[in-house]
């Protein structure tokens, strides 16, 4: 366990090393923003708005005093989406395909040689491959991550509206009463947390893959399940730190 | 020309390569053959440093490799060229991108300089027509010639071919061979092929070590090859009922 995390922690020493030039990073950070970031736009957008959309139905059918003003439901809505749904668990889902993704690419790389192809020509393959994907995640997670949010209010407005829940005037007042802005922060301060967690730990995995096409699936599989167990600790602790 | 002394390597307590030492000359093609599983693809790894060797020593025109300061090993690995057993092509790049890749990570040239040395490396492996194509569209011999390319893009001084012919048809595994060693007598590299192909080992085999359970047992030509009586190389050489017919 601790030789595991040592090794770890080496990997990500060894990304900042023998660095190349500006130039090379600067495309392929680019392609990993695309593939990272754009290519998760249809999922995040889908999974955001049936959050906010249920989150709103749930919260509406579980707060049935005559006591509870309605606005609370949209309320409760913006707090959960900006505070845990939008950061926590669409980072969850992001480590499903982006982290996969990540793993399986290097542990492809590996076992076709590509990876020992780079070392021969003297690139710091590490570097080279890893860093580009470490920073679109670092950069890319926050933009997903406020963009789900956003989604999600709008899906738990239009559930709200068209069942009748809420009326539009009471869903707007909900979403600006009481409103902090720093909460806007905390999402964008643990999406790029958790983005790097996902993408380092992917990579480490994909990385140091040994054997064959049954080897690259199983990586896969551990870098997903070890990112989300990741994702839950570091949200404790930042939720510790940032509330 | 390059050296290797005493080099040894274990696994789990199994030794993989066993106090292994021989000359690799220029303008040579040397192939290191043996059974499956013998150690020639460590021996390999651990020449170019991608295995760390127990014990031993590489020298690369005197040389010393495995023990130089990193940037120092760095440079020197910027002489050699190899083409890994698959080709190793990076599957997001065209065939040009992939041979083209080594210039633009490695030189400072202009985009018109490396577009006519990666134009003339692809012509010299024949695939002049194919840089658009992807490395999933080609077959197996083009990925072959084109990881040659790759390897040869940046005039190596020593090439490096990890069983150049394995998946391929006796016909492209004849055609890659040739190539391997005009390139070898055309540009003088110290050329080492890692093979267990008999057909390689009769036609390019002008220096050829033997392998046998981690010890290099035998060395010598093509010629000496068929007539060298050593029960584990007879075993290995005449597997093929064929050579063995040829021999009588």
């Known amino acids: 366990m601790f030789r595991k995390f040592g090794k770890f922690l080496l990997f990500l020493y060894e990304l900042f090393t023998r660095r190349e030039s500006l130039k090379v990073y600067w495309k392929r950070f680019i392609d990993e923003c695309m593939m990272i970031g754009v290519d998760s736009l249809l999922i995040v957008c889908i999974v955001a708005f049936f959050i906010g959309a249920v989150t709103c139905v749930q919260i509406n059918a579980n707060l049935v005093s005559p006591l509870i ?4 439901v949209s309320n409760i809505v913006r707090d959960m989406m900006l505070l845990e749904l939008s950061s926590t668990f669409m980072c969850v889902i992001l480590a499903g395909k982006v982290g996969s993704n990540i793993a399986s690419e290097l542990g492809t790389m590996r076992i076709t040689e590509q990876v020992e192809a780079l070392e021969v020509m003297g690139i710091n393959a590490a570097s080279y491959l890893v860093l580009p994907k ?20 709008v899906g738990g407005y239009i559930a709200g509206t068209a069942t009748g829940i809420i009326t539009p005037e009471q869903y707007i007042y909900g979403i600006r009463f009481s409103f902090i802005p720093f909460n806007m922060v905390i999402p964008i301060i643990k999406s790029a947390v958790f983005g790097i967690l996902i993408a380092t730990i992917s990579a480490y995995k994909g990385f140091y893959t040994r054997g064959g096409a049954l080897e690259v699936g199983k990586v896969s ?3 997903v399940t070890n990112s989300c167990i990741a994702i839950l600790i570091a949200d404790y602790l930042l939720a510790e730190l940032l509330t | 020309m390059i050296e290797i002394k005493n080099i040894s390597k274990s696994f789990n307590g199994r030794k993989v390569l066993d106090d292994i030492s021989g000359v690799f000359r220029d303008g040579e093609t040397s192939l290191v053959i043996g059974a499956s599983g013998t150690g020639k693809s460590v021996l390999l790894k651990c020449m170019l440093d991608l295995v760390s060797p127990d014990t031993g020593e590489v020298f690369y025109d005197g040389r010393e490799f495995l023990h130089k300061s990193e940037k120092e090993r760095i440079d020197l690995r910027r002489e050699m060229g190899v083409l890994f057993q698959g080709g190793a092509l990076f599957a997001s790049q065209t065939v040009f991108q992939n041979v083209k890749f080594p210039l633009d990570m490695l030189t400072k040239q ?3 300089e490396k577009r006519d040395r990666v134009e003339f490396c692809l012509k010299r492996v024949g695939l002049e027509a194919a840089g658009s194509r992807m ?10 010639r084109v990881g040659i390319a790759r390897a040869i893009v940046l005039n190596p001084k020593y090439l490096f071919c990890d069983e150049p012919n394995s998946g391929l048809d006796p016909l492209t595994s004849i055609k890659i061979d040739e190539l391997i060693q005009e390139i070898t007598q055309e540009y003088g590299t110290t050329t080492v092929v890692i093979t267990h192909d008999m057909n390689s080992v009769l036609s390019i085999g002008q220096n050829i070590k033997f392998l046998y359970q981690g010890k290099k047992i035998w060395e010598g030509d093509s010629n000496s090859i068929l007539t060298t009586h050593l029960q584990e190389l007879d075993e290995f050489v005449f597997s093929n009922h064929a050579l063995k017919q040829l021999r009588g």
């Not at chain 1, 003003?69 to 609370?72: K, L």
């Not at chain 1, 470490?134 to 209010?153: D, K, Q, R, Y």
């Open chain 1, 69 to 72: 003003p309605t606005y609370i």
């Open chain 1, 134 to 153: 470490v920073l679109a995640a670092f950069v890319m997670f926050p933009v997903l991550s406020v963009l789900s949010g956003f989604i999600g209010i």
């Open chain 1, 221 to 223: 599989t551990t870098a």
């Open chain 2, 110 to 112: 202009s985009e018109a």
């Open chain 2, 135 to 144: 490395p999933s569209e080609i077959s197996g011999g083009m990925k072959k």
